[in-house]
């Protein structure tokens, strides 16, 4: 995490920017005397006169100066922002620039900082001596670059505008189109796939050559226990993710997840046909595991959310595989659900937002977009070259 100066934005913790206030300016004999301040603290805690802070001894300084009740996680935050040269400890120059932007944690005002930081069950407001409006207002701007690196960082990032609305609009024409083959067919179940909806939209292997079908085919339900569950898994996951991550994002990742489907079907299951949003569900379900992998150490609760997505996909898979072996009458398309999540966590990797960008992340994310488009050339590809392997088609 790269240190941030006087001449960057700051990020308050819900991403937004703030002009930085530049430092108060001394005149070089207060420098030195604030310098040699600094250095009297710095040699204390420096208990084995290494010239160099470890995050103990920066721990052990915070929690002497009155402030035992800092967020979980927030010394080994701090070491990282103040840690210029990322070698893990603070030297006196990185140590004396820290004490520049957040004078909080050197003067006494610590406990005070330590309340507005730490959310109290009483959120009557600190007033601030002698009406010192620009001091605070600066100690404010600080502690909003501070706390924006804590976990939670993530949610706090969450916003309703523009609101979440991609899923939402995909969902209603998926049930107008489901209301309109009921209508047209008579069918109170919805489970034909003669309505004028399904027959221009579904995804037919005897007719590959008209392209929309492979994506349009998500518009497509049969029978309302098929669209009910995709339309509250897809709302549930997708809205969730627009908070963060906005609408264009979470549309491709939902897109590529559908065309993947239906690649992947088209490509080991070649006689049949396709119907339903499942591929885009999965690579919603995925792609939720892609922004915790990338956002893990902005994010609460990361472990007890990586846990939950990984057990449903891995009882998924289970469950999948059985049923494929055993249940030679089950009709639901595994190798689109396989397909779309992994286009979603490779999509999810290559385009959602990622608020803090390590070097090992970065490496992640060539990985995933050039498997993503290597996997996909090779399905086009694969079309092109060997026609005699799929469905014969008619015009």
């Known amino acids: 995490m790269a240190y941030m100066n006087n001449h960057q934005q700051m990020q308050t913790p819900m991403g937004g920017p703030h002009e930085a206030i530049p430092l108060q300016r001394m005149t070089t004999r207060e ?39 800092l967020p979980r996680g927030f010394v080994n935050k701090l070491m990282k922002t103040a840690d210029q040269n990322n070698d893990g400890h603070l030297d006196f120059e990185e140590f004396y620039q820290m004490s520049r932007e957040h004078e909080y944690l050197f003067k006494n005002m610590c406990v005070r900082y330590c309340k507005l930081v730490v959310p109290s069950r009483n959120p009557a ?28 960082e993530y949610e706090r990032s969450m916003t309703f505008c523009p609101p979440p609305l991609t899923m939402v609009v995909f969902s209603i024409v998926e049930i ?33 050559q008209q392209a929309w079908r492979f994506v349009t085919y998500m518009f497509v339900h049969i029978g309302f226990m098929h669209i009910v569950m995709n339309l509250l898994v897809q709302i549930f996951l997708g809205v969730a993710l627009e908070l963060v991550h906005c609408w264009w994002r979470v549309a491709l990742v939902y897109l590529a997840g559908v065309l993947a489907g239906s690649m992947g079907t088209s490509i080991f299951s070649p006689k049949v046909f396709l119907a339903g949003a499942s591929g885009g569900v999965y690579a919603l379900i995925t792609a939720h595991i892609a922004t915790i992998i990338m956002n893990w150490s902005q994010m609460e609760y990361a472990v007890v959310q990586l846990f939950v997505f990984l057990v449903f996909c891995i009882t998924d898979l289970s469950t999948s595989i059985y049923n494929s072996i055993y249940d030679p009458f089950d009709k639901v398309g595994y190798i689109a659900h396989a397909s779309g999540a992994i286009a979603g966590f490779l999509v999810g990797i290559g385009v959602l937002r990622n608020l803090r960008v390590n070097p090992w992340e970065r490496k992640l994310w060539w990985c995933a977009v050039t498997i993503y488009f290597l996997l996909m050339g090779a399905g086009v590809m694969f079309h092109i070259l060997n026609p005699n392997h799929f469905y014969p088609t008619f015009a």
Request: glycine share 8%; aromatic share 8%; net charge negative.
């Open 31 to 69: 420098e030195a005397t604030e310098r040699q301040r600094i250095r009297d603290i710095f040699d204390k805690y420096d208990r084995n006169g290494t010239g160099l802070l470890s995050i103990q001894e920066l721990r052990r300084m915070i929690n002497s100066r009155r402030c035992p009740d």
């Open 125 to 152: 407001a600190v007033d601030e001596p002698g009406g010192a409006a620009a001091l605070a207002f600066q100690r404010q701007i600080s502690i909003a670059t501070v706390s924006s690196s804590l976990d939670g």
């Open 176 to 208: 107008i189109f489901f209301v309109i083959d009921i209508i047209e067919t008579n069918n109170q179940l919805g489970t034909s796939t003669n309505g004028p909806m399904a027959t221009l939209f579904i995804y037919n292997p005897q007719l590959r």
